[in-house]
Nanobody, 122 residues
Framework: QVQLVESGGGLVQPGGSLRLSCTAS????????VGWFRQAPGKEREGVSL????????YYADSVKGRFTISRDTAKNTVYLEMDNLRPEDTAVYYC???????????????WGQGTQVTVSS
């Protein structure tokens, strides 16, 4: 069983940066694919960025490509999402999820964190 906890959300002005963390307990994340998803009010949950388990290949949604960076720190059992040049449309609750394979759809993941709010506003 894997427990995931997200942190690092908050209020930031447009153009600002945040780094989200997804820290696991109960098992190592090394061999799990991890995805960051987000859900804005009234919208469906969408995939933002993924990282493969063994191969570490990264994937990004077109809307965040060039602005967000996903990375993994195996020593800390943590996956990060560095978010730069944030826009108001990035406002959402951000969730991390772990599963056996990278998937863009949320049903493909077995474990989820509780989410962290990101608000981009002036």
């Amino acid at each position: 069983q894997v427990q995931l906890v997200e942190s690092g959300g908050g209020l930031v002005q447009p153009g600002g940066s945040l780094r989200l963390s997804c820290t696991a307990s109960g098992s190592t994340l090394d061999f799990y694919a991890v995805g960051w998803f987000r859900q804005a009010p009234g919208k469906e949950r969408e995939g933002v960025s993924l990282i493969g388990g063994i191969d570490g290949i990264t994937y990004y949604a077109d809307s965040v490509k060039g602005r967000f960076t996903i990375s993994r720190d195996t020593a800390k059992n943590t996956v990060y999402l560095e978010m730069d040049n944030l826009r108001p449309e990035d406002t959402a609750v951000y969730y991390c999820a772990a599963g056996t394979q990278v998937r863009w759809y949320s049903a493909g993941y077995d474990y989820w964190g509780q989410g962290t709010q990101v608000t981009v506003s002036s």
